[in-house]
């Protein structure tokens, strides 16, 4: 592939932020000291009566969120995904999901890529932790174009929604006129027949350059990218298992409870279907530079690669 | 409504509060009862609320940061007309809107679900400073119990409420000092109460929960402080008004029995049989 631009989906969360807040009075921000590193500082200085530093406390800013929403507005909680999906947990389910308000988390620095802080930052578990809440939405946008339109669509979406944004700057992948992100609908991003991958996040372009390597060899993989895992898109993913058969979900998430777990429900239910997961393999992280890590824990297009080629073979 | 008026109300909240427990078979009538005073006291002289509107957009705002005494808000609300007086014996029951804990998407009048303890001192700072951030009259009122000041959020929210001066929240604390598992003192002291909320830039106003006089001062006091929120720590009594329930922890989270349920209704008939001849 030729070399494309890179941008950290966080980095297009708050520049979103600020251009809606532009637009909608009632959007508000909330941060728990971390607006520099969330981006949230983007919209503070356009927007620093709407931006509320909550200081470092996850849990009350995440009730906050949940009574500026039931007095009519549309918060935006901003921290990492560790506290946001997981120190949070109990907020977000009780005060948030439980009343369906409309509070939108806007977790950033999720997954391995967060790099050198390590496991105690990387949060490998969020979209399972959030997936299981009734009512909540689940988005992991794949780059700037589309996490942008992700925070879009939260924001006209009635009800809680968990947006989840890397650190890592990503390359941009949706620049084309034909892109459209629609809630719960994946998009086909290559035709293939002999297996199809889908992926989500950062994982989406990695799974585009390992289909590249495969189609050389003359092994022809679609690729979906599902930027909404819940709700799912079903109807596209039974599809492609009636028409490809195998199926690989590639995340950067636990294989437990995230993307691959949601297709396995999917497919059992509806048209069982070989399907290899590639995610972490249920351990915790370490530090390290990003490229590295995802290198490390096979989450590159080269990993990617391989393991679909042990899996075919 | 006059201090007879709201006494005679009272002991008609905790009658509906012990009939609720009662036909529920579970539920928590010792931290109802001790707070059905300040119940009474918000919904029938203090808020401004509508219970044929009870979304009108510039009502006061009541978030029952202690949940498990939802039998407490449910039988003021029914008494205040929100919803019929006789829903209160389907309490708990498969299909009932009444919830064992407050939830705001089915009881009309119920600002915010709750029940987990702790949390719900955050979301009324929320809605306060959202009442702040749009120049809006409508104050905000959180009840809280004693035993959950043991809770880190309880602190987390007290500290952002008092830096963000918001003199349009009212936090209220029972301080009917017992948990379920003894004397709040013994199981892990929050005490000094009113040093902490104090250290936190609240103002402090102690008050007699189970006494109109002193709630009506002490509202009134919360009312004309400007630049800081309010606490009032409220001094109750575990079980008012049902002699056997009184200042007993055994009587947090259970149900009366026929016979118990019969002694209790009769102690509080006679009570508004006295107030009556007042």
Redesign the interface.
């Known amino acids: 592939m030729p070399e494309i631009k890179k941008i950290a989906t966080r980095e297009s969360y708050g520049k979103a932020l600020a251009e809606l807040g532009a637009k909608y009075d009632n959007l508000?921000v909330l941060d728990a000291d971390l607006a520099g590193a969330t981006k949230t500082d983007t919209f503070m200085k356009v927007f620093p009566?709407?931006h509320?530093d909550?200081?470092i406390?996850e849990?009350?800013?995440?009730?906050?969120?949940?009574?500026?929403?039931?007095?009519?507005?549309v918060?935006f909680i901003s921290t990492f995904a560790m506290f946001a999906a997981g120190r949070s947990f109990?907020?977000v389910r009780?005060?948030i999901g439980?009343?369906?308000l409309n509070v939108k988390i806007g977790a950033t620095h999720a997954g391995i890529s967060v790099g050198e802080d390590g496991a105690s930052h990387q949060c490998n578990e969020d979209i399972a932790l959030m997936r299981v809440i009734p009512g909540m939405t689940v988005i992991n946008p794949s780059d700037d174009i589309e996490a942008k339109a992700a925070v879009e669509a939260a924001y006209h979406h009635e009800g809680p929604v968990y947006l989840r944004f890397g650190r890592l700057a990503v390359p941009v992948i949706n620049d084309n006129p034909d892109y459209k992100f629609e809630l719960g609908k994946g998009i086909v991003l290559r035709e293939g027949k002999d297996l199809t991958i889908i992926a989500t996040g950062l994982e989406v372009y990695e799974s585009l350059v390992a289909a590249e390597k495969l189609a050389a060899e003359g092994i022809e993989a679609r690729v979906i990218n599902i930027h909404t895992i819940k709700p799912l898109d079903e109807e596209l993913i039974i599809k492609a298992a009636k028409e490809t058969g195998k199926i690989v979900t590639v995340e950067e998430h636990s294989v437990i409870g995230g993307l691959g777990s949601a297709v396995c429900d999917c497919l059992a239910a509806n048209v069982p279907t070989k399907v290899l997961k590639i995610g972490i393999n249920d351990v915790f992280g370490e530090s390290g530079p990003a490229k590295e890590l995802l290198a490390k824990y096979g989450l590159d297009a080269e990993g990617i690669y391989k393991k679909i080629k042990d899996f075919l073979a | 409504m006059e201090k007879l008026e709201l006494q005679k109300m009272a002991n008609e909240i905790r009658k509906g509060i012990v009939t609720a427990v009662y036909n529920a078979k579970s539920g928590h009538p010792g931290g109802s009862l001790s707070a059905a005073d300040i119940f009474t006291y918000l919904y029938f002289k203090e808020m401004n609320i509508d219970p044929k509107n009870p979304k009108k957009?510039d009502r006061d705002?009541f978030?029952l940061s202690k949940g498990h005494v939802a039998p407490g808000l449910y039988s003021t609300l029914a008494n205040r007309g929100f919803f019929p007086v006789e829903d209160l014996k389907t309490l708990r029951h498969v299909g009932s809107y009444l919830q064992g804990h407050p939830?705001?998407?089915h009881i009309p009048g119920v600002?915010?679900?709750?029940?987990?303890l702790g949390?719900?001192?955050?979301?009324?700072?929320?809605?306060?400073?959202?009442?702040k951030?749009d120049n809006k009259s409508y104050r905000v009122y959180a009840l809280t119990g004693d035993g959950e000041l043991q809770e880190?959020?309880i602190w987390?929210?007290a500290?952002?409420a008092g830096?963000r001066k918001l003199d349009n929240l009212v936090v209220i604390v029972d301080n009917n000092n017992l948990q379920i598992d003894g004397c709040i003192s013994d199981v892990c002291s929050p005490y000094p109460i009113d040093k902490k909320f104090e250290a936190f830039n609240f103002h402090v106003i102690n008050a007699d929960a189970n006494d109109f006089d002193s709630l009506e001062a002490a509202f009134k006091e919360a009312r004309e402080t400007k630049g800081m929120p309010s606490v009032i720590i409220a001094k109750s009594i575990k079980g008012k008004g049902v002699s056997f329930m009184q200042n007993k922890a055994s009587w947090h989270g259970k149900a009366p029995n026929d016979e118990e349920y019969e002694i209790a209704m009769k102690e509080l008939e006679k009570a508004g049989e006295e107030l009556c001849q007042k």
């Not at chain 1, 849990?59 to 507005?73: D, E, R, S, W």
């Open positions: 508000v009566e709407r509320i909550c200081g406390a849990a009350n800013m995440t009730g906050i969120g949940a009574g500026l929403a039931a007095a009519g507005k918060p109990e907020q009780n005060s439980y009343p369906h | 957009e705002r978030v939830d705001m998407k600002d915010m679900s709750s029940g987990s949390q719900g001192l955050s979301v009324a700072v929320g809605m306060a400073l959202s009442a951030m880190g959020q987390e929210a500290m952002f830096h």
